[in-house]
DNA sequence: GGTAGACCTGGACGC
DNA sequence: GCGTCCAGGTCTACC
């Protein structure tokens, strides 16, 4: 029997919006502590409230594929919540979804590149037909915490993609705060930051990462003035991409890769993220020939006329090759999807045609 | 500035 | 079932 739910008031979402498509449009949706439902198109989460731990589920009744954007989601808890839980409740989505995402700067995306916008000829030579792609597609899927996706990032280095769902489902098993109804909330800074290393490799599963992912911890339980990590330096727009790539490249387990992984989540998309897949996307999709080292510039010289949208485009290319080989990503299973992405399985892949 | 090797986990493969 | 190989980005030592 399912807990006893209280629905909100409705949450107002932008006109392009479609939960489906923009939930499900990056890895760490797939990711614990989230669990999208394919059947039921919405998706749960234990969100870290400052009163404690609640789940939330979130779905858009109304929405419907290729069709009506923009519905309401609508949010149910597993408890009653105050007004000022609801309104961090709204925050967390608000990042999560990136429904503050300005249109108009989505719409100039489009503009630079209009396979992306409505009715593209390439969303239907991917064979999108039956997603729910709909008018548009832009924002990208995050956490509801910068530290969170610090973390998430520092566990999909170095790693194949089963291990960095295992990683987040241990860490959330074993160090997030659990639910009444059993859920786990993703671990909190503050938490991290006590766990013994040891500790962390033996129940998380980390490998190497565990001294990282406790010093990084540690920075961001320490204030700026004593050169913690201060995140609405890096969330506020007006601080100049430079100086937050060269901040976190400082940081533990923050490489070149990250770094800019770290920067298009936080909306930051000049920057690419080059790293192995890159390498296949180049061979397998775009065509490219030449060393790791030669790929990586003309990788980097293919998209700049993308300017300051240059990851969008990348992304929805390999977001776009992926959807195309398992079917549209809404209906993708955490579980089942997740060895159809290690390396082995995807250099088998034949070349695809972009045209 | 560039490069080689270590780091750790889990999937793939051979026996 | 077991052992071995390999993929994956960051860090450090070294040239």
């Known amino acids: 029997m399912p807990p006893r739910?209280?629905?909100?008031?409705?949450?107002?979402?932008?006109?392009?919006?479609?939960?489906?498509?923009?939930?499900?449009?990056?890895?760490?949706?797939?990711?614990?502590?989230?669990?999208?439902?394919?059947?039921?198109?919405?998706?749960?989460?234990?969100?870290?409230?400052?009163?404690?731990a609640v789940t939330v589920r979130v779905s858009q009744p109304g929405a419907n594929a290729n069709i009506e954007t923009g519905a309401p989601l609508e949010i149910y808890a597993e408890k009653k919540l105050n007004r000022d839980e609801w309104t961090q409740v709204h925050a967390s989505l608000v990042r999560m979804l990136r429904l503050d995402e300005d249109a108009a700067v989505i719409g100039s995306f489009h503009k630079l590149d209009p396979r992306w916008a409505v009715k593209s000829r390439s969303s239907r030579s991917f064979n999108l037909k039956r997603s729910k792609s709909g008018p548009g597609r832009g924002r990208?899927?995050?956490?509801?915490?910068?530290?969170?996706?610090?973390?998430?990032?520092?566990?999909?280095c170095n790693v194949t993609w089963p291990?960095?769902?295992?990683?987040?489902?241990?860490?959330c098993e074993a160090l997030g705060e659990r639910t009444p109804t059993g859920g786990y909330a993703f671990p909190t800074a503050e938490k991290l930051a006590r766990v013994n290393p040891a500790t962390l490799r033996a129940r998380c599963g980390v490998g190497y990462r565990d001294q990282r992912i406790v010093d990084l911890a540690k920075l961001f339980r320490t204030p700026a003035s004593r050169g913690?990590?201060?995140?609405?330096?890096?969330?506020?727009?007006?601080?100049?991409?430079?100086?937050?790539?060269?901040?976190?490249?400082?940081?533990?387990?923050?490489?070149?890769?990250?770094?800019?992984?770290?920067?298009?989540?936080?909306?930051?998309?000049?920057?690419?993220?080059?790293?192995?897949?890159?390498?296949?996307?180049?061979?397998?999709?775009?065509?490219m020939t030449g060393s790791d080292r030669d790929l990586m510039k003309r990788l980097q010289a293919h998209y700049a006329p993308f300017?300051?949208?240059?990851?969008?485009?990348?992304?929805?290319?390999?977001?776009?090759?992926?959807?195309?080989?398992?079917?549209?990503?809404?209906?993708?299973?955490?579980?089942?999807?997740?060895k159809a992405f290690t390396a082995a399985a995807l250099k088998k892949v034949p070349m695809v045609d972009l045209s």
């Not at 209280?6 to 614990?32: H, V």
């Not at 899927?141 to 566990?155: A, C, G, N, Q």
């Not at 400082?250 to 890159?278: F, H, K, V, W």
Request: proline share 7%; net charge negative.
């Open 140 to 156: 990208l899927m995050r956490s509801p915490t910068f530290f969170e996706d610090v973390i998430k990032t520092v566990t999909s």
């Open 163 to 171: 291990s960095t769902v295992n990683m987040n489902r241990r860490l």
């Open 228 to 287: 913690g990590i201060d995140p609405a330096w890096y969330e506020n727009p007006a601080t100049p991409d430079d100086e937050i790539y060269n901040a976190l490249v400082e940081l533990p387990g923050i490489g070149p890769y990250a770094a800019a992984n770290i920067m298009q989540l936080l909306g930051r998309y000049a920057r690419l993220p080059l790293d192995t897949e890159s390498i296949r996307h180049a061979k397998n999709v775009l065509g």
């Open 307 to 338: 300017g300051p949208h240059a990851f969008r485009s990348y992304w929805f290319e390999l977001w776009t090759f992926y959807e195309s080989r398992q079917g549209p990503a809404w209906t993708w299973e955490r579980e089942t999807t997740a």
């Open 5 to 52: 739910t209280f629905i909100s008031s409705r949450f107002a979402t932008p006109a392009d919006y479609i939960l489906a498509r923009d939930y499900c449009s990056y890895g760490y949706f797939l990711l614990a502590p989230n669990d999208w439902d394919p059947s039921t198109a919405a998706f749960r989460r234990v969100l870290s409230l400052a009163s404690g």
